[in-house]
């Protein structure tokens, strides 16, 4: 929020700056950002843009050295949030984590402080502290989708599987990869013991595919009561499937019925990534 002190001149000239900026006329914008600053040098949210329109121009250097001087007039939340990131993006997480609890000292419930706060402990596979700040996200933002997914990836790892669906239950209308919320709802179901939900959901995940249409009826056939009966010998049919495709990348028909066939003997990690093998190769 800008300070009632800041004198109408130069408010005026910020307003313009940011009307250029918004067309997307950065170096014109910049100008006018300069000149706010000239009219009052103690203008923060000024020198903060000029910061913001630097980073975006690649000019890096420049952007950490207008946000320093941000800094100097006053510690801002934002003005520090921004400097983190730049730290964070050439991944010097010690130095980015450091201006992010200085943002948190200015606003605890700072939503983007709290998040990238949440992203150097992910980073450093430190998932208790990534835990603690990704929840302060959501207690501000319920729906905040990044904070959601990193969350559940957390929980499943643990082996948490009930606080994973709640996670991506939450967010379950805003995704943006409904493959990835199929996948994780349908491994976490069949760890849960809910063996019909688990094939229904992975078989939502591979829908992407063309030639799902060929494997639908018999995927929803196999269900928790009839898998042994469908399947046979489960060891037997696992290593003729594994020799068959020993060498080569499996056809979409091998890859989705040894997944399966993992995911009823019990190893859903092979399972899971033999899925994520086939959804690289789909995309590729």
């Given at each position: 929020m800008m300070s009632n002190?800041?004198?109408?001149?130069?408010?005026?000239?910020?307003?313009?700056?940011?009307?250029?900026?918004?067309?997307?006329?950065?170096?014109?914008?910049?100008?006018?950002?300069?000149?706010?600053?000239?009219?009052?040098?103690?203008?923060?949210?000024?020198?903060?843009?000029?910061?913001?329109?630097?980073?975006?121009?690649?000019?890096r250097d420049l952007a950490i050295t207008a946000y320093i001087d941000a800094l100097k007039i006053g510690k801002n939340s934002k003005v520090l949030l921004n400097i983190g990131v730049e730290h964070y993006n050439l991944k010097d997480y010690e130095k980015a984590l450091k201006y992010f609890m200085e943002s948190l000292e200015c606003e605890p419930d700072f939503i983007e402080g709290n998040f990238y706060t949440g992203m150097v402990y992910y980073n450093r596979?430190?998932?208790?502290?990534?835990?603690?700040?990704?929840?302060?996200?959501?207690?501000?933002?319920?729906?905040?989708?990044?904070?959601?997914?990193?969350?559940?990836?957390?929980?499943?790892?643990?082996?948490?599987?009930?606080?994973?669906?709640?996670?991506?239950?939450?967010?379950?209308?805003?995704?943006?990869?409904?493959?990835?919320?199929?996948?994780y709802y349908g491994f976490c179901c069949y760890y849960l013991g809910r063996y019909d939900e688990a094939v229904g959901y992975l078989t939502r995940a591979l829908k992407a595919n063309p030639e799902y249409s060929k494997f639908r009826k018999y995927l929803a056939s196999i269900t928790y009561e009839a898998r042994m009966k469908e399947i046979?010998?489960?060891?037997?049919?696992?290593?003729?499937?594994?020799?068959?495709?020993?060498?080569?990348?499996?056809?979409?028909?091998?890859?989705?019925?040894?997944?399966?066939?993992?995911?009823?003997?019990?190893?859903?990690?092979?399972?899971?990534?033999?899925?994520?093998?086939?959804?690289?190769?789909?995309?590729?």
């Open positions: 002190s800041v004198p109408k001149e130069a408010v005026a000239i910020y307003n313009r700056a940011l009307e250029l900026s918004n067309k997307g006329k950065l170096n014109d914008a910049l100008l006018e950002y300069r000149r706010a600053v000239e009219t009052y040098p103690s203008f923060i949210e000024a020198l903060n843009n000029i910061g913001e329109i630097q980073s975006r121009l690649g000019n596979k430190d998932f208790s502290g990534a835990e603690l700040h990704l929840l302060n996200v959501i207690k501000v933002d319920k729906k905040h989708l990044k904070a959601n997914y990193l969350l559940s990836h957390i929980y499943y790892e643990r082996k948490d599987y009930a606080k994973t669906i709640a996670c991506l239950e939450t967010i379950w209308d805003i995704a943006d990869d409904k493959t990835f919320i199929n996948k046979g010998n489960l060891d037997k049919a696992i290593k003729s499937l594994e020799s068959e495709i020993m060498g080569g990348d499996p056809n979409f028909t091998q890859a989705t019925r040894l997944s399966m066939l993992y995911i009823f003997k019990g190893e859903p990690m092979k399972a899971e990534e033999l899925l994520v093998s086939l959804k690289q190769k789909m995309a590729s």
